[in-house]
């Protein structure tokens, strides 16, 4: 999801329901995509990356999904819990910018108890 | 315990003065970043080190200034020619071949009235 302006995209969800988090990148040339983690007033929290080489790559409890034809990006949470409410972001970087990473704009997720 | 230190976490100024950001970080990372975070927006480049005593303006270098005497400080001042300054600031650190994560500090809130 893409911000627009004050107002982050929300996706609700009930505690222990699986989340689909979605991104779309701009540049076609990136090779390199993270997703992190924000809680309200802190710093990011790497979650999850993955190489332009592979589609999908799994973690504890996610999973991050790429498609580079349509360049989209995607973060599955499985077993949403209370404690991942927070703002998520995409980033992403070509291999000719260095380590310099490009932020979307967040996606907010609130768990429902 | 290896981080990246920001102090402080609030901080009050006049309009019209300059204000000096710290960031440190122990993780023995050649690149830095400072990035800054307006209320439910993604995160923009500022400037960005990639060893000591060299650094890049980012994407909003205007009204910032930075220096890198240290391998292991990154301070950034926000001038008096910064014209909406009250913002999250955030910094980071990685490794300088990447691209991979960066780790992010605690963020420092400035507000300037």
């Known amino acids: 999801g893409e911000s627009v302006g004050l107002h982050l995209p929300t996706l609700s969800v009930q505690e222990g329901d699986n989340s689909i988090i979605n991104c779309a990148y701009s540049n076609s040339a990136s090779d390199y995509f993270i997703w992190y983690k924000q809680e309200s007033g802190k710093g990011p929290q790497f979650i999850i990356d993955i190489r332009s080489n592979m589609d999908k790559r799994q973690g504890q409890r996610v999973t991050v999904l790429l498609n580079k034809t349509v360049k989209h990006l995607s973060l599955q949470i499985a077993a949403t819990q209370p404690g991942d409410s927070a703002v998520y972001f995409c980033a992403e970087s070509p291999q000719a910018a260095g380590n310099k990473l490009t932020f979307g704009g967040g996606t907010r997720v609130l768990v429902k108890p | 315990d290896g981080g990246i230190t920001q102090s402080p976490k609030y901080l009050f100024r006049k309009e019209g003065q300059n204000v000096t950001l710290s960031c440190e970080q122990n993780l023995n990372h050649d690149a830095m970043y400072w990035y800054r975070q307006d209320p439910g927006q993604g995160l923009r480049l500022i400037y960005y080190?990639?060893?000591?005593?060299?650094?890049q303006k980012g994407d909003i270098a205007e009204g910032y200034s930075v220096s890198r005497e240290k391998k292991e400080s990154f301070p950034l001042t926000v001038t008096s020619a910064q014209k909406n300054p009250t913002a999250f600031y955030l910094c980071?650190?990685?490794?300088?071949?990447?691209?991979?994560?960066?780790?992010f500090g605690p963020g420092t809130r400035l507000t300037v009235t």
């Open positions: 080190s990639q060893i000591v005593n060299d650094f």
């Open positions: 980071a650190s990685s490794i300088v071949e990447g691209p991979y994560e960066q780790y």
